[in-house]
């Protein structure tokens, strides 16, 4: 799977996909990360990626066309084709060219919240375009006519999409096989299925500063324990 990031500060990933799990899993070849610098898609020497909002208001508003062409660019690359799409804008109401297995997200406080079942949904994909937004929003044309959805990982407000570009790459990446050692651990854990939250999990010392395990884990017997982690889960409330 390919994850196309698109961002007006590139060197924020730098640490976080250069360690654990997303680095290995880069390095077997079950992921491609690739971090695009909107500036690099401006026309004017300035690099200018926002503008005053049309009706006035407070803040700056990031532009419709150097996204535009960012993404048909990430587009004409996956297609081959060996240059950008038309930079032309259209009259219609269309949505921006593209295949069916491409999936553009836009980052937005206003967007859907994400869940596990929407990673699980979007790691059938086969490339997926993020744009991360920044100031006081994006121009609703990027909405309108290039995202295919608009996500927020939460009911709060971010200074920039970024943050939530990692947690769709690391919830997604987690679920492509072979990616994690155990193929276990995706399978009954906090949201594989929808409101259930994992039972407790213990480890070694089995008594720490008056803090024991419980019991029915030590006893061996299986069945006990299977029943003591299904009465243990718990429903999303």
Known sequence: MKFDIITIFPEIFDS?????????????????????????YTTDSHKTVDDTPYGGGA???????????????????????GGPISNEFSNSNSKISKPDNVCIILFSAKGKRYTQQD????????NI????GRYEGVDERVIEHIADEEISIGDFVLTGGEIPAMVVVDSITRLIPGVLGNSESIVAESHSEEQYLEYP?????EYFSGWKVPEVLLSGNHKKISVWREDSSKSVK
């Open 16 to 40: 976080y996909f250069s360690e654990s799990i997303i680095k290995r899993a880069q390095g077997a070849g079950f992921v491609d990360i690739n971090i695009i610098n909107l500036r690099d």
């Open 201 to 205: 999990q213990y480890t070694k010392p």
């Open 59 to 81: 803040g700056m508003i990031m532009k419709v066309e150097p996204i535009y062409r960012a993404v048909g660019s990430i587009i004409s690359n996956f297609l081959r084709r």
């Open 129 to 132: 375009i993020m744009i991360c």
């Open 119 to 126: 990673a699980v949904r979007l790691s059938k994909y086969e």
